[in-house]
């Protein structure tokens, strides 16, 4: 089968890899990949976000089957596009990609159907959510209603982080039009957890759970990022939190958006939160996460292009998902000065052995070079989750390219978590 995979990231590097492994799987081409690709997919300069030009693509070179994997082209409607003109894809209509398109549509999906999440407030002016923010409990959270590049929720600590939060999103546009309307919701405590799914639209069967670490610092110091690592499984993910989540959360959603007449087909990413009031989401993804699908899908021992087919051709069950018992630890290795700025430009080694999954870079002059903020995953599985950590650094070692940075200590919180557990 030829496939056709919509993205450019280190998310979309794993799942060629994964890809790759099935027997049935002739061909591959990345639209647009990157040029740590290179060797598991043709590259085709042709954006995520150029519907027509996919489209064109994808009946010129018959297609078997697309996978659309970033965000902005799902709710800009590019299944839908695949769709009609005969090609299966892995991903959500726009219909139903719009459960992480807007902010405002999922509290409220979540508030409809009681499904557990933090309170919140809308607001499609300034002046209202301003006069809100007067009496409002502090800290809060602030978030752009549309998609912003993961960066359109900002935590406020202070009254004053909120208020120039609401002036940044609504009044000077720093996310464009995703801030004409904003959420505005209770602050939780507790451990994250992400859990990515994949669903028919009846049938939802959870991935392994992971844990991100989203701040550019040790010891979760820094600014925000898109993620400078992760590990799976999850810790604080118990037997008893899972089956909590599929009764209360998961299966509640899926049968939600089908009640909305738009049923979710592809992989659906909640983001949790263990309060002591038990697991609440903190939002949807309508795709594999970043860089979370870097840790789940090296434990997947299904092959992934039949899951996938299962969840476009309503067929999917839960034994066709398989996990290994063992763990899996990425190591985002990223330009020094990220998420600030940064130089690129500089030529990266990679050794023969090893899991690397490339995410910015180019090829110049037949070198491969950086050209992003997150460059590239160090990836390790292992039988244990201390092993899997340290391969996964021992392989960055071997990783060498001017001006590299990564954290130290990715892992380190699951593993005394489980200590005290």
Known sequence: MKILVVGSGGREHAIIKKLKESERVSEIFALPGNGGMAKDATLVPIGAKEIDKIVSFAKENAIDYAVVAPDDPLVLGCVDALNAIGIPCFGPEAKAAIIEGSKVFSKNLMKKYG?????????????????????????????????????????????????????????DKVFGASGNRIVIEEFLEGPEVSVLSFTDGKTVVPMVSSMDHKRALDNDQGLNTGGMGTIAPNPYYTKEIAELCMKTIFVPTIRAMEAEGRTFKGCLYFGLMITKDGPKVIEYNCRFGDPETQVVLPLLESDLLTVMEATTNGTLTEDMVRFSDGAACCVVMASKGYPGKYETGYEITLPEEGLVYVAGAKLADGKLLTAGGRVLGAVHAADTLENAIAGAYALTKKIHFANAYCRSDIGQRALAAREVK
Not at 122 to 151: C, H, M, Q, S, W
């Open 115 to 171: 499904i557990p999440t933090a309170t919140y407030e809308v607001f499609e002016n300034p002046e209202d959510a301003l006069r809100y923010l007067e009496t409002a409990p502090i800290p809060t959270v602030v978030k752009a209603d549309g998609l912003a590049l993961g960066k359109g929720v900002i935590i406020a600590t202070t009254r004053e982080m909120a208020i120039n939060a609401v002036h940044d999103i609504m009044e």
